[in-house]
């Protein structure tokens, strides 16, 4: 059993209305030992929609946080995170958050590319599908070049929950060249991938990543791995955790990782 959910999002993120005690109960209801919010921070991000603008107010973050995990202490551990967006342009300011409070976790994310979400589309209308699922990896890579301070690279083929088919169309094969380059440069930084579950909420039949890529992760010699649901409401927690163990017990994997103070420990499947 995975007791462990280590992406999730309370109303400090833009898009979630949920409490950080709502998801805390919820968690305690599950079983959960170990819960990590990771609330979104993405400098730069183009705000079409009021109040969508993926700024954070860490302040607030940290002041709640607090008061809960002292709460809660004897019920379920609450571990202090954030998932920072990357992006050329932002580099120098993400540097200057995960250097600045005392979190638990860092996951990396690309939610854009040039600039653009490909949630709204105009994106691939400017790539086309396979060429944008292409430049995201390209872009994934450029950026974790540029950017290290982090633990975990989030939903690694994220770019598919919005590409025109889908995942009808998709195949980690067609891009494994800028895969290989990804999952290398993340082993040799040391670092880890999250396998996200969200992609089985939104009955796209895999993970983020796809389990060609975690076992070609397992076959470069990676070890690091967290899971997360990506939650964003109650009902998401633990989304679908034990589809998410037999498929990396398939994979190899024996364990998993959680992260406490910026250091890992390896918990088994």
């Known amino acids: 059993m995975l007791t462990s959910d280590f992406h999730t999002h309370s109303s400090f993120s833009s898009d979630s209305k949920t409490t950080m005690e709502d998801m805390v109960i919820q968690g305690i209801k599950l079983g959960l030992t170990k819960l990590c919010f990771t609330e979104h921070q993405d400098f730069g991000y183009p705000t079409s929609e009021p109040g969508m603008d993926f700024q954070l107010n860490i302040a607030a973050y940290k002041k709640q946080f607090d008061l809960l995990k002292e709460q809660y202490k004897n019920e379920i551990q609450l571990l202090f995170g954030i998932e920072l967006g990357m992006m050329e342009s932002v580099v120098q300011q993400n540097q200057e958050i995960a250097s600045s409070y005392p979190f638990d976790f860092i996951i990396a994310s690309c939610h854009l590319v040039d600039g653009m979400d490909p949630y709204y589309g105009e994106y691939f209308k400017l790539h086309g599908e396979k060429e944008g699922i292409h430049h995201y990896f390209e872009t994934i890579y450029k950026n974790i070049q540029l950017f290290t301070n982090f633990d975990v690279l989030g939903h690694l083929d994220y770019i598919v929950r919005y590409a025109p088919n889908l995942t009808v169309n998709y195949t980690p094969l067609d891009y494994f060249d800028t895969i290989d380059m990804i999952l290398k440069k993340i082993i040799e930084l040391g670092k880890g991938i999250e396998i996200n579950s969200s992609a089985l909420k939104y009955h796209l039949g895999q993970t983020h990543p796809h389990s060609l890529i975690i076992q070609r992760y397992k076959e470069l010699g990676g070890e690091i791995l967290t899971i997360g649901s990506d939650g964003h ?37």
């Open 233 to 269: 409401a109650p009902e998401h927690l633990a989304f679908d955790f034990p589809i998410v163990r037999e498929e990396l017990l398939a994979c190899g994997f024996q364990y998993y990782t959680v992260f406490e103070n910026r250091k890992p420990t390896f918990v088994p499947l």
